[in-house]
Structures are given as C-alpha cells and as structure tokens.
C-alpha cells in the first residue's frame, strides 16, 4: 500500500502562477520553431497541471537544483492527453516558497527579454533538468 504525501498542493501552485501571471500583465506564447507563428496561451493553460505547468515547475527546480543540489521531489508522468504529454501529479518535497521563488525567478527572466513571456525560452532548462533529473540522485529538500 503507498501512501502519497505532498509537501507542497499542485492547486496552491497553480492558482499562485495565475496571480503571477496576472501582475505581470504580459501576453504569453509560444513560437513554433518550424513555421515562426506565435501562439498566446491562456494563463489557466500555463497553470493546469496537464498543461504547460509541468515545464514550468521542472524548469524551477532546475533552478534550485543549480542552487542548493536538491529537488523538490516532482511526480511529473507521461500522459498523452496532457498538452505536452505530461502531467504533474505532486510536489512531495520543498516550501511552498520555494517553489513559487523559483517561478518568480524564471517568469521575471522571461519578462526581461521582451513584452511577451515565451515558454520557448524554457525548453532548454527543461530538458536539461530532465536528463540531469534522470542521472543524478536527487537529495530531497525537506518541508518545513
């Protein structure tokens, strides 16, 4: 029998992201790389947990991990109705702070570089943190 236990609710996340989102006031999208067009997606896209929030929150704990060598425990599986093909199930370790810190950081990077937030500009941390996710144990960081 498992027990799941999550230091950190996916829904606090993801009505955290909305209100970011909404004081930054800047459009979001995404550029196909193949044809140039941009796309806006929706806040309440970005923060559905089979949306774009898994990108997101794995992209903040790339961040951490640079920082501190520890993870923040996500459950983020494969699912092949989710936007991108994942789903993020759960935080199981980490602050609600933390996290939500770290989100901060990536979207004011993101603000910087235009008036629009491209998500595109994640893909690269993305998949950086899922092959060194996959590689290197991570040492969880623990709720407080």
């Known amino acids: 029998m498992s027990i799941s236990c999550s230091a950190v609710r996916v829904d606090d996340v993801a009505q955290s992201v909305m209100s970011l989102l909404s004081e930054l006031e800047q ?24 949306g774009y ?4 929150v794995v992209a903040a704990e790339a961040l951490w991990f640079d920082l501190t060598g520890t993870g923040f425990g996500l459950d983020v599986r494969e699912n092949p109705e989710a ?15 933390v996290v939500m810190l770290c989100i901060i950081d990536l979207f004011e990077a993101l603000a910087l ?27 969880l960081q623990e709720a407080s």
């Open 27 to 50: 459009p979001v999208i995404v550029v196909d790389r193949s044809t140039g067009q941009e796309a806006a997606i929706s806040h309440e896209e970005i923060a559905r947990a089979d």
């Open 53 to 56: 929030l898994p990108v997101i």
């Open 83 to 97: 936007t991108l093909g994942y789903t993020l199930n759960s935080i199981r370790a980490g602050s609600w702070s």
């Open 113 to 139: 570089k235009g008036e629009t937030l491209c998500l595109n500009d994640l893909v690269e941390l993305w998949g950086n943190a899922r092959s060194r996710l996959q590689t290197v144990p991570v040492v």
